[in-house]
């Protein structure tokens, strides 16, 4: 590499996606087991459309925000980037994502809504300033790995074209191909197998996913001691690991502690998906001393007792 070489241009970006038809859900479809593969090919087409390249835009997660399906994206090359909100702008990549929707879904028309946001920024409202656009994509450092649900997707979409080609067939085949296997392998670094239970305090609890409630009571109660908590997940969240803790807590400085415990317990589950689990959670709580609050999440007790 030459000295003085400038770095990669990187930025980020969310696709907020909604189907306008009251009988297509697409935060629905994407949760199913069955449609989820017929979706995220449709996504990964469609997108691909708009760059030109499989290679020009990464999917890190999808998200589902009834109704919404969120889209978190990364451009690693400014001219991938700029070929995008040219698609985007001219409507090209919306119609792409309903013709993909629509073969991959065996259905008649899947209408759409679009919108393009960074972290602080609605898109669609400056999509004729191109420059300004690519500044605030550019400002949106991605932040996290791809999820290994996309991961494992990607694969597994590429297996399934891989066999077509092979077999000089692309078309014509249905995404139930992309359905996982009867017995399927667990991704790589999926080494933590979701207990159905666990124990604290000699009772047990069913090990179920944080919900919302989790995570509002966790950023009122948690204090000084989130970054402590944090530290104890990073160790099995590769999201939270290297500097990514310090950086939240100097991004969100000024909102104060609530949003700095709320944004870190948040990159875990968006990170962690699925196994974001409580038993997780209340382990690493009861490793930093926060008992109370651990029994406050698991309604041993009024939320008076543990502020």
Partial sequence: KMAGSSPPWTGSAYLFLQSTCKTIALPSLYESSQKKPCVFKALKLALADST?????????????SHPHLIVHLRFCMRENCRRFLRSYREGVLQKSLQSHLQLSLATTTVPLEVELKTGTEHLDEMLKDEDRCLECIYREKPDRLPDEEITELEERLKSLMLHQSTNNNVAGKDCSSLKSPSQPHPPQGSSLPTQL????????????????????????????????????????????????????????????????????????IQSEGKRATIARLI???????????????????SSEDCS
């Fill in 52 to 64: 030109g390249s499989v290679n020009g835009v990464d999917m890190l997660k999808v998200y589902c």
């Fill in 197 to 268: 239970t666990f124990t604290f305090q000699g009772q047990q609890f069913d090990n179920r996913t944080i919900t919302a409630d989790d995570h509002q009571k966790f950023a009122k109660f948690v204090s000084k001691k989130w970054k402590q908590v944090g530290r104890s997940l990073q160790r099995s969240c590769r999201a939270l690991r290297d500097s990514a803790i310090d950086n939240l807590a100097l991004e969100y400085e000024r909102e104060g502690l609530y949003e700095q415990a709320y944004q870190m317990l948040l990159r875990f």
């Fill in 283 to 301: 382990a690493a709580l009861e490793e930093n001393g926060l008992v109370s609050l651990a029994e406050e999440l698991l309604g041993l007790h």
